[in-house]
């Protein structure tokens, strides 16, 4: 093999392993998903809440209510029972208004059941939904702390080999750099291809023997005339 292809060779090297830790960082959870679900998850936690607070609010507001109510209820019954009225008009007002009274506190009671079970509820799912929230928070942070450390790791380890890569492309000669970079952005990794036998490892198309003479006669910068990777000559151990 010709120095450039060896050189070459080695920045091939440097690119496939670029590429496996480039592939390897954008595969790393950065935790996007986790953090869409932890926002979604505080919305939901943030709306319970607020139901819990609207409900409280209604539930004092509905026990002044009913206070208020049976207050002027035992007022009416005062009168009612209290025979200082003796007029029958007067006390079948009285009454209608004691009934009346009585049919508005069952509707305030009814509702203040209503809002005891709903408050009941909305704290049984508030404390369900923090501890989910609790567990998805924890996860996240693991998460973007492992994606801080493994992908500073790879970052630092594709600096490294980039610049190993550019100081091994500096020795190689322009055109053949061209080329190689030029049938790897064609053909995909790998662009320079070692021949063992007598077929092309990059696409396995059976090589001129033409060809294969002249890889085994050290002549530089040959291709497949299939698809075109470059190709350099390695005599198998069991070949004399």
Same mark, same amino acid.
């Given at each position: 093999?010709?120095?450039?292809?060896?050189? !070459?060779?080695?920045?091939q &090297?440097?690119?496939? +392993?670029? @590429?496996?830790?480039?592939?390897? $960082? %954008? #595969? !790393?959870?950065?935790?996007? &998903?986790?953090?869409? +679900?932890? @926002?979604?998850?505080?919305?939901e $936690? %943030? #709306? !319970?809440?607020?139901?819990?607070?609207?409900?409280?609010?209604?539930?004092?507001?509905?026990?002044?209510?009913l206070?208020?109510?049976?207050?002027?209820?035992?007022?009416?019954?005062?009168?009612?029972?209290?025979?200082?009225?003796?007029?029958?008009?007067?006390l079948?007002?009285?009454?209608?208004?004691?009934?009346?009274?009585?049919?508005?506190?069952?509707?305030?009671?009814?509702?203040?059941?209503?809002?005891?079970?709903?408050?009941?509820?909305?704290?049984?799912?508030?404390?369900a939904?923090?501890?989910?929230?609790?567990?998805?928070?924890?996860?996240?942070?693991?998460?973007?702390?492992?994606?801080e450390?493994?992908?500073?790791?790879l970052?630092?380890?594709?600096?490294?080999?980039?610049?190993?890569?550019?100081?091994?492309?500096?020795?190689?000669?322009?055109?053949?750099?061209?080329?190689?970079?030029q049938i790897r952005?064609?053909?995909?990794?790998?662009?320079l291809?070692?021949?063992?036998?007598?077929?092309?490892?990059?696409?396995?198309?059976?090589?001129?023997s033409?060809?294969?003479?002249?890889?085994?006669?050290?002549?530089?910068n040959?291709?497949c005339?299939?698809?075109?990777?470059?190709?350099?000559?390695?005599?198998?151990?069991?070949?004399?």
């Open positions: 093999m010709s120095e450039d292809l060896a050189i !070459l060779y080695q920045v &090297q440097a690119d496939t +392993e670029i @590429a496996r830790l480039r592939q390897a $960082l %954008a #595969g !790393l959870d950065d935790g996007a &998903q986790l953090e869409s +679900e932890v @926002a979604a998850a505080e919305a $936690l %943030a #709306g !319970l809440r607020e139901e819990e607070r609207t409900a409280e609010k209604e539930s004092l507001d509905r026990e002044l209510e206070r208020a109510l049976e207050e002027k209820r035992k007022r009416f019954q005062d009168q009612l029972y209290g025979g200082a009225i003796r007029n029958p008009r007067q079948s007002d009285l009454q209608e208004e004691v009934a009346m009274l009585s049919r508005e506190i069952r509707k305030v009671e009814d509702r203040m059941l209503e809002l005891m079970e709903m408050l009941e509820d909305r704290r049984a799912q508030i404390h939904r923090e501890a989910g929230l609790k567990e998805r928070q924890e996860r996240l942070q693991a998460v973007r702390s492992k994606y450390t493994t992908g500073g790791r970052r630092q380890e594709i600096a490294e080999l980039e610049a190993q890569r550019g100081g091994l492309a500096a020795q190689v000669s322009a055109d053949l750099l061209k080329r190689y970079e952005t064609r053909q995909g990794d790998p662009a291809v070692r021949v063992t036998g007598n077929m092309c490892p990059g696409c396995r198309i059976t090589l001129p033409e060809l294969l003479k002249a890889l085994q006669a050290g002549r530089p040959l291709s005339e299939s698809c075109r990777r470059l190709l350099f000559w390695q005599r198998q151990e069991n070949q004399r």
